[in-house]
T-cell receptor, first 113, second 111 residues
Framework: DGGITQSPKYLFRKEGQNVTLSCEQN?????MYWYRQDPGQGLRLIYY???????QKGDIAEGYSVSREKKESFPLTVTSAQKNPTAFYLC????????????FGNGTRLTVT | GENVEQHPSTLSVQEGDSAVIKCTYS??????FPWYKQELGKRPQLIID?????GEKKDQRIAVTLNKTAKHFSLHITETQPEDSAVYFC??????????FGAGTTVTVRA
């Protein structure tokens, strides 16, 4: 599957540890996003970036951090401050922020015990 | 911010019948309305989208209608097939700002 690559597919961590999820795209898109997916709650926006070296909080940013040092990469760190980190995380990109189709990665399922 | 409600949460249809999913939105400034399909264990993929200057859009067996006055939009799937079984998400974006998703509809097509 070309376009957006997320790694790893499954991630297990102990409570209290920070963990970083990788997201790389080769679509030359300016905008990138991180969504969290929980059963029955749709997709909730964590952070987004419209351009390199710039990013904005989404609706549920508490306990997460991101960086955008390169156009192709938008890693997400789940910190120990995130109260309920176990979830399915989806990275996406688009040509224009929010009004053009989102291209999603295959997701990372994070389990924290 | 924008609030999108999606109904029903689950939908079971006989193969060949039609399926309809409805979404309402709260922000009258919303101008972009995409629909995504997520098959089990896979990534969401865009199946159709519509902008506020259009009332209806069709792509083969899939159509979307938009009623700006009532602030609702619907996805219509005709002649359903087993491969249409998936979770469908609607979304709305006001003025190129944050896209808000509905909670999803699980569609099951019975053979």
């Amino acid at each position: 599957d070309g376009g957006i690559t997320q790694s790893p597919k499954y991630l297990f961590r102990k409570e209290g540890q920070n963990v970083t999820l990788s997201c790389e795209q080769n679509l030359n898109h300016d905008a990138m996003y991180w969504y969290r997916q929980d059963p029955g709650q749709g997709l909730r926006l964590i952070y987004y970036s419209q351009i390199v070296n710039d990013f904005q909080k989404g609706d549920i940013a508490e306990g997460y951090s991101v960086s955008r040092e390169k156009k192709e990469s938008f890693p997400l760190t789940v910190t120990s401050a995130q109260k309920n980190p176990t979830a399915f995380y989806l990275c996406a990109s688009s040509a224009r922020p929010f009004d053009s189709p989102l291209h999603f990665g295959n997701g990372t399922r994070l389990t924290v015990t | 911010g924008e609030n999108v409600e999606q109904h029903p949460s689950t939908l079971s249809v006989q193969e060949g019948d039609s399926a309809v999913i409805k979404c309402t939105y709260s922000d009258s400034a919303s101008n972009y309305f995409p629909w995504y399909k997520q098959e089990l264990g896979k990534r969401p993929q865009l199946i159709i989208d519509i902008r506020s200057n259009v009332g209806e859009k069709k792509d083969q067996r899939i159509a979307v209608t938009l009623n700006k006055t009532a602030k609702h939009f619907s996805l219509h799937i005709t002649e359903t097939q087993p491969e249409d079984s998936a979770v469908y998400f609607c979304a709305a974006s006001p003025n190129d700002y944050k896209l808000s998703f509905g909670a999803g509809t699980t569609v099951t097509v019975r053979a």
